[in-house]
């Protein structure tokens, strides 16, 4: 069975600080993702990866980058935190001849 | 881009009834069309997915169809419980490895014992 593990289920941190949302899968998939889910707005894109280095802007990327330097570990970032911020993130991951995405538990992140 | 609507956003049932949740997607080139469930509290899992070679496809209570021509897809849920209260989401997506998941907006179904 697909685990996807995400380093924190709550957290929070205070405007301006870097922070680091971190992911883990074992299952050797190629691709994974970031979202973001906020009420009436369903789950967002911020980031996604589809290989190792390799990575793409989804539909919300300002404010955030991602760092994918092994297959299984895929890291979000918020430079300096903003109240905004303040969400439901939940990281992804696929096996690139699978359409299926498997969610990890997501990582209620409260900036203050 | 590829965008993703649904509806209806929420959605009240008697148990024992069925519930119909409906979307459309914006780019023909998307062939792949999963429905995840999402409960309170919980991940978002996948439920059943259709691929845009088929019309329909089901599994127990649960089906979905495509129209391809239309650009819409609907999940159908049949004999509905208690435990289907949850959160729906469909999605679209293109044949490549190097292609996005577009979510709709969700789907929060209750069904009423």
């Known amino acids: 069975d697909v685990k996807v593990t995400q380093s924190s289920r709550y957290l929070v941190k205070r405007t301006g600080e870097k922070v680091f949302l971190e992911c883990v899968q074992d299952?050797?998939?190629?691709?994974m993702f970031w979202y973001r889910q906020d009420p009436g707005l369903g789950l967002r894109l911020i980031y996604f990866?589809?290989?190792?280095?390799?990575?793409e802007k989804g539909d919300i990327p300002e404010g955030y980058s991602v760092s994918r330097e092994k297959k299984e570990r895929f890291s979000l970032i918020l430079e300096s935190a903003s109240t905004n911020q303040t969400s439901m993130y939940l990281c992804?991951?696929?096996?690139?001849?699978?359409?299926?995405?498997?969610f990890g538990d997501g990582t209620r992140l409260s900036i203050l | 881009g590829e965008n993703v609507e649904q509806h209806p956003s929420t959605l009240s049932v008697q148990e024992g009834d069925s519930a119909v949740i409906k979307c459309t997607y914006s780019?023909?080139?998307?062939?792949?069309f999963p429905w995840y469930k999402q409960e309170l509290g919980k991940r978002p899992q996948l439920i059943i997915d259709?691929?845009?070679?088929?019309g329909e496809k089901k599994d127990q209570r649960i089906a979905v169809t495509l129209n391809k021509t239309a650009k819409h897809f609907s999940l159908h849920i049949t004999e509905t419980q208690p435990e289907d209260s949850a959160v729906y989401f469909c999605?679209?997506?293109?044949?490549?490895?190097?292609?996005?998941?577009?979510f709709g907006p969700g789907t929060s179904l209750s069904v009423i014992p």
């Open positions: 992804a991951s696929r096996l690139r001849s699978s359409g299926i995405q498997h």
């Open positions: 299952m050797d998939h190629e691709n």
């Open positions: 990866s589809y290989d190792v280095k390799m990575k």
């Open positions: 780019d023909s080139a998307s062939n792949y």
């Open positions: 259709i691929r845009s070679n088929v």
């Open positions: 999605a679209a997506s293109k044949p490549t490895s190097y292609d996005k998941v577009i």
